[in-house]
């Protein structure tokens, strides 16, 4: 891996940004299965993002360059 500092520093935009948003979710939301599923989004959206960051999920080699 050939890691520069802007990698670890999105790296670290993520992680906050997903944390911050869970916890406004916790002090927002009452009801348990809400936060769950607004949990589960938010996840998502992390992992996606970190996926695409990652590897490129979404470059498709049809779209051209």
Do not use: C, Q, Y
Request: no cysteine; proline share 3%.
């Amino acid at each position: 891996m050939d890691w520069d500092p802007g990698d670890f520093v999105a790296a670290a935009g993520l992680l906050i940004s997903a944390g911050l948003a869970w916890k406004f979710v916790v002090n927002r939301v009452s009801s348990t299965t809400h936060r769950a599923l607004i949990g589960l989004a938010v996840l998502a959206v992390f992992l996606l993002l970190w996926v695409e960051l990652a590897v490129g999920l979404f470059d498709s080699p049809i779209a051209g360059d």
